[in-house]
């Protein structure tokens, strides 16, 4: 009889553990609690997206470093440290080959996409995780676009989400 007890126990502790993850996970990614901001450097134009703005995650700014080159900051937590601001890296790379579009991916407005690992970030005999990558890049006629995955170490919000929104939305003017 008592091993009846412990099973039911058991049981209900670990439905109160879920019921919690799920509610607190709820409450930060809820898609129909989210407020959606347009990506705008005003330095680096002829393209457009948008991204999903978490909470407690929330856009600080995009700041522009170079003619080609805006970083998006992120507010934090309070209870996280880290020693450089969260950020994505937004690039705008002139090309003359094309749009490549040869074996890409196409996102509803039939832009070429494709995740990239850059080898040149790794030392020598990394182990690649399944579906790393590095950079989310756009091929235009002129010039392709490269968003950094993520400058915040272990991902804090869910990704899929806010790069499945970038690509959903992206387009070139």
């Known amino acids: 009889m008592k091993i009846w007890v412990w099973i039911i126990f058991v049981a209900l502790v670990l439905s109160l553990f879920f019921i919690f993850k799920m509610n607190q996970n709820n409450s930060i990614f809820d898609s129909a609690n989210l407020t959606y901001k347009n990506f705008n450097c005003s330095e680096m134009g002829g393209f457009s997206f948008e991204f999903p703005d978490f909470k407690?995650?929330?856009?600080?700014?995009?700041?522009n470093q170079r003619e080609n080159l805006c970083v998006m900051y992120f507010n934090w937590p309070?209870?996280?440290e880290y020693e450089?601001?969260?950020?994505?890296?937004v690039?705008?790379?002139k090309t003359e080959a094309g749009d490549n579009a040869e074996n890409k991916k196409q996102n509803p407005?039939?832009?070429?996409?494709e995740y990239v690992t850059d080898l040149s970030l790794y030392v020598e005999g990394h182990k690649f995780e399944e579906?790393?990558?590095?950079w989310l890049v756009?091929?235009?006629?002129?010039?392709y676009v490269k968003i950094s995955k993520n400058g915040f170490g272990k991902l804090p919000f869910d990704t899929d989400l806010f790069y499945g929104k970038i690509i959903e939305t992206f387009n070139f003017r």
């Open 56 to 63: 407690n995650w929330e856009l600080q700014g995009i700041q």
């Open 78 to 80: 309070d209870d996280i």
């Open 84 to 89: 450089i601001p969260p950020q994505i890296r």
């Open 91 to 93: 690039e705008k790379i």
């Open 109 to 113: 407005q039939n832009i070429s996409y």
């Open 131 to 134: 579906g790393d990558w590095d």
């Open 138 to 143: 756009f091929y235009g006629k002129d010039f």
